[in-house]
């Protein structure tokens, strides 16, 4: 079985400051790996994802993550933050329903992330 | 466009109730899937369907049951709903059993007083 964890509960930063959100996943299989946002009220939306090929994954919004298999983390990067990416992020892993079983999708506990002016 | 919509956004019901929540995809997907959010805790899965008529427990089922009678549409139903059930609940879909991408719904906020 899976599981993920990430080792941050809020991160305060203020505007313009690089930030990383950390999280580590645990599985006995290889996986896929996810980063999802959610902001106030709404749905999770995909950030990007890594399935196979480069490590470093870019995705929306500026964000970018690297897989790392030897330390089983994704940890997710932003350069340069604003005040519009105040949300919680959540890191989620799938282990591709290997042997022709069900996929799973597990979620990490969510970062939020606070953006000072 | 993907889409999952979810029938309510905001619910409150009594202890005791019957409570369904409904979930409709429209992009032919295999796997639907129902999440709990709770502050701290993240998303816990409740239930997942593969297929028409096909459900498979998640982390936390109890209390909770699940209907899929038509491949576009799963329901969560809280056959008596309590107290400790007041929370977030986000369906998702996905289009096959290998889950490369997860499309959400807005969310339901459900209140049980």
């Known amino acids: 079985a899976q599981s993920v964890t990430q080792l941050d509960s809020q991160v305060p930063v203020f505007e313009e400051a690089p930030v990383e959100l950390r999280c580590n996943y645990s599985?006995?299989?290889?996986?896929?790996l996810f980063w999802y946002v959610q902001y106030p009220n709404q749905g999770l939306q995909l950030l990007l994802k890594y399935l196979s090929g480069s490590t470093l994954v870019k995705g929306i919004n500026g964000f970018e993550a690297e897989f790392n298999k030897s330390q089983t983390s994704f940890h997710l990067r932003k350069p340069s933050v604003h005040i519009s990416d105040t949300a919680e992020y959540f890191c989620?892993?799938?282990?591709?329903?290997?042997?022709?079983?069900?996929?799973?999708?597990?979620f990490g506990k969510g970062t939020k992330l606070s953006v000072k002016p | 466009d993907v889409k999952v919509t979810q029938s309510s956004r905001y619910l409150v019901k009594r202890t005791g109730e019957k409570v369904f929540l409904e979930c409709v995809q429209d992009?032919?997907?295999?796997?639907m899937f129902w999440y709990r959010q709770d502050p701290g805790l993240g998303l816990r899965l409740i239930y997942f369907?593969?297929?028409?008529?096909?459900?498979e427990k998640g982390d936390i089922p109890e209390g909770y049951s699940v209907s899929r009678e038509k491949k576009e549409r799963f329901s969560l139903i809280l056959e008596s709903a309590s107290t400790n059930q007041t929370s977030m609940y986000l369906c998702?879909?996905?289009?096959?059993?290998?889950?490369?991408?997860?499309?959400f719904g807005q969310g339901t906020r459900l209140t049980v007083v």
């Open positions: 992009m032919d997907h295999e796997n």
């Open positions: 989620a892993v799938s282990d591709r329903g290997y042997g022709g079983s069900q996929g799973n999708l597990i």
């Open positions: 369907s593969y297929d028409v008529k096909m459900k």
């Open positions: 599985s006995s299989v290889s996986v896929y």
């Open positions: 998702a879909s996905s289009r096959y059993r290998d889950i490369t991408e997860a499309f």
